[in-house]
Nanobody, 114 residues
Framework: VQLQASGGGLVEAGGSLRLSCTVS????????MAWYHQAPGKERELVAT???????QYVDSVKGRFTISKDNAKNTVYLQMNSLKPEDTGVYYC?????????WGQGTLVTVSS
């Protein structure tokens, strides 16, 4: 399975970005998908999840600002990021939740300037 994340870029604090993750497999069969964030010099951390039926969860630091969604027909998972903060800077990846991760791919870089 290949994961292609895109949509990152440079944005000022308070701005918005919409990330996309295209999956080379029917995402309904995968189960829970997630977006992960790796800040510079830090470990990768999960920020938002979405189940096969569309239930979502978020870490506290992004609640009310980020929205995860998906389009099953396009096998794509999205992350709408609003009210961005400098601490949101880093590389964002999508992947399944659980121990058997797919190859992470390149991710997409988000840089939030203060």
């Amino acid at each position: 399975v290949q994961l292609q994340a895109s949509g990152g870029g440079l944005v000022e604090a308070g701005g918005s970005l919409r990330l996309s993750c295209t999956v080379s497999r029917n995402i309904i069969t995968i189960g829970v998908m997630a977006w992960y964030h790796q800040a510079p010099g830090k470990e990768r951390e999960l920020v938002a999840t979405i189940t096969a039926v569309g239930n979502t969860q978020y870490v506290d630091s992004v609640k009310g600002r980020f929205t995860i969604s998906k389009d099953n027909a396009k096998n794509t998972v999205y992350l709408q990021m609003n009210s961005l903060k400098p601490e949101d800077t880093g590389v964002y990846y999508c992947n399944r939740v659980g121990p058997r991760k797919y190859d992470w791919g390149q991710g997409t870089l988000v840089t939030v300037s203060s």
